[in-house]
């Protein structure tokens, strides 16, 4: 019977080629659910806070309607951070690992102080990440014809006026600390308030960030 089989197979097609091909297969499969497992764990809140860095940053989200939702649906760190499917999730962790690198080599942004100076950079890249990419992350929860809202006018507003622009044209600062658009970011401001809200002499926030 299995002779039977074999020969209606091309000649090329030996036992060890069959071996070969049933070996890769599995192989295939076993690296795909080793991705989609290393996606997954790698974009849950618990494993981004193991850098103290990003347990600043978690504990604004916390407070934020995409943590306590009225709907129950909450938004973990890789839901707005991590694009959609494994392999463009894949790569954006591997993108990412340049933030581990600045963890250990740049500057201490263990650091409350270190960490909230450096936060307007931080998030003028997220934001430009998400236009890059039209905020499909955003869109991952969020459809956009079907956004009422409580307004009378803000279903009308997400169909008639939103040509050319992606979410965070409109919606920032919905998560993380508040930090200006770019366009109107001032440092000498930013610096001064920093220092306010920690206690610090003036101008020693311009002494932290040349270091």
Partial sequence: MS????????????????????????????FMVFLIEFDHHTSTESFCTTCHSMEISAEAYRESSHYQPESGVRASCGDCHVSPG?????????????????????????????????LPEAAFSAREWFRKNDSRTCRRCHAQEAIVGKRADTLAIHQEETDGKTCVDCHINLVHRKVPEQATFKREAWNRMIEKEFGLEPGKADELLAE
């Fill in 86 to 118: 494994v392999f463009a999730a894949t790569w954006d962790h591997f993108i990412g690992s340049k933030d581990l690198f600045n963890q250990i080599f740049g500057p201490d942004y263990d650091d409350p102080v270190i960490n909230a100076l450096h």
């Fill in 3 to 30: 002779k039977r089989r074999f020969t209606l197979l091309p000649e090329f097609v030996t036992r060890h080629v069959l071996f070969a091909m049933a070996f890769g297969g599995v192989a295939g499969i076993g």
